[in-house]
């Protein structure tokens, strides 16, 4: 295992990485990304070079898992909805008449009236 693998793994990356192998390809992960095919490519080369060892190989006009990215993607592929799931999470407060949901962000925690 890379020595950078535990300390540096972003959750951006399996997420892209996960997409990638569903889809077959750069471009239709990119567009179920909503990202351009260069950021999902260097976010792959980001992943590859986290992990230090090949996780997709080129056949033909898409792309096939190495038997690493195969363990990688059965790894991922439960747990992403999980820390989706725990970065939004639903509040609601016994005395509250209203709901609220909580969404966690990078850039902080944001609180935003859940709509009824």
């Given at each position: 295992m890379h020595m950078n693998y535990g300390r540096d793994l972003d959750l951006n990356?399996?997420?892209?990485?996960?997409?990638?192998a569903e889809a077959g390809g750069v471009t239709a992960a990119a567009a179920r990304l909503y990202l351009t095919?260069?950021?999902?490519?260097?976010?792959?080369k980001r992943l590859r070079q986290a992990v230090g060892a090949?996780?997709?190989a080129r056949r033909g006009r898409g792309l096939?898992?190495?038997?690493?990215?195969?363990?990688?993607?059965?790894?991922?592929?439960?747990h992403l909805p999980a820390c989706?799931?725990?970065?939004?999470?639903?509040?609601?407060r016994p005395d509250a008449a209203q709901s609220?949901?909580?969404m966690v962000r990078r850039?902080?925690?944001?609180?935003r009236p859940r709509a009824s």
């Open positions: 990356l399996l997420r892209v990485f996960v997409v990638v095919q260069p950021a999902v490519s260097a976010a792959l090949p996780l997709l096939v898992l190495t038997p690493r990215g195969q363990r990688l993607l059965e790894c991922a592929r439960p989706q799931a725990a970065a939004t999470r639903h509040v609601t609220w949901t909580t850039d902080g925690l944001i609180v």
